[in-house]
């Protein structure tokens, strides 16, 4: 069981980290009347009260050995950069 948890929270980090690195080199500044967003295979919505910040979800199984189990329903948002990356840093 802790390896499917284990598992699980790889996926979403693995996946957080592609959605984010894909969105990046997208147009990151929301554009005035834009009511959606398509990042890969996520559909982002403006979040509301927060400025520059997008809404999604993800869904996952909660048991990935029976795909007919129940799912699970991950909230996120994503808040693009204001500028270009700097590069690596070293410490």
């Given at each position: 069981?802790?390896?499917?948890?284990?598992?699980?929270?790889a996926?979403?980090?693995?996946?957080?980290?592609?959605?984010?690195?894909?969105?990046s080199?997208?147009?990151?500044?929301?554009?005035?009347?834009?009511?959606?967003r398509?990042?890969?295979?996520?559909?982002?919505?403006?979040?509301?009260?927060?400025?520059?910040?997008?809404c999604?979800?993800?869904?996952?199984?909660l048991?990935?050995?029976?795909?007919?189990?129940?799912?699970?329903?991950?909230?996120?948002?994503?808040?693009?950069?204001?500028?270009?990356?700097?590069?690596?840093?070293?410490?």
């Amino acid at each position: 069981m802790v390896r499917r948890w284990h598992d699980l929270l790889a996926l979403l980090l693995v996946a957080g980290l592609l959605a984010g690195s894909a969105a990046s080199l997208a147009d990151a500044a929301a554009r005035p009347g834009e009511r959606t967003r398509r990042v890969g295979t996520q559909k982002l919505t403006p979040c509301k009260g927060y400025e520059r910040t997008w809404c999604g979800f993800l869904t996952a199984p909660l048991d990935r050995d029976d795909p007919g189990a129940a799912t699970l329903k991950i909230g996120y948002a994503w808040r693009p950069a204001k500028n270009a990356a700097r590069g690596t840093l070293v410490a």
